[in-house]
């Protein structure tokens, strides 16, 4: 299983300033590895072997905060009638995911699934199931599992990919 909570390319991070101590030094090159997706690709199969590599199950986006991914998960889970309205006069999005164990959604669940492989969260790991289908194997998204742990505190839901063969 594969857990990642930020993906920003050394472009947006040294625009944005980032959380780092350090900032990119000014013209200095990029790295040609600009894209989250390869990134976590190279790194997967580095740390595996080649049967290995293709055993990828999992993949868990910890705390979606964009709001494009919040709004999106909470416009499909207020389409299927789970979760609940946010209250008060809360920004973003007006509905959020429901508590662990929330709510599965599969290819069978057309619209709602295909929103959610449109979020910023997920569109990087359909990158990189497309882009190392030479080390990874064939693979495709089975189920997306979208919830909220209140524990956690402000709002930040979570996506957990289920990863099998095409």
Request: proline letters at 5%; charged letters at 20%; glycine letters at 10%.
């Amino acid at each position: 299983m594969i857990e990642s909570k930020a993906n920003y390319g050394p472009a947006y991070r040294a625009a944005t300033g980032g959380t780092s101590v350090k900032k990119w030094p000014e013209g200095a090159p990029f790295p040609e590895l600009r894209q989250w997706s390869d990134v976590i690709g190279l790194t997967w199969i580095h740390l595996t072997n080649d049967q290995q590599s293709k055993n990828l199950r999992w993949m868990f986006r910890r705390q979606v905060r964009n709001d494009d991914g919040q709004d999106i998960i909470g416009y499909v889970c207020e389409q299927e009638n789970r979760g609940q309205a946010k209250g008060g006069d809360a920004s973003g999005a007006k509905w959020q995911a429901p508590k662990w164990p929330g709510v599965q959604f599969t290819p069978n669940d057309v619209d709602s699934f295909n929103g959610l492989l449109g979020t910023p969260n997920a569109s990087g790991i359909v990158w990189l199931l497309a882009q190392h289908k030479a080390a990874m194997g064939q693979k495709t998204i089975k189920s997306i599992t979208v919830w909220y742990d209140e524990q956690v505190g402000a709002y930040a839901p979570s996506m957990l990919f289920e990863i099998g063969d095409a």
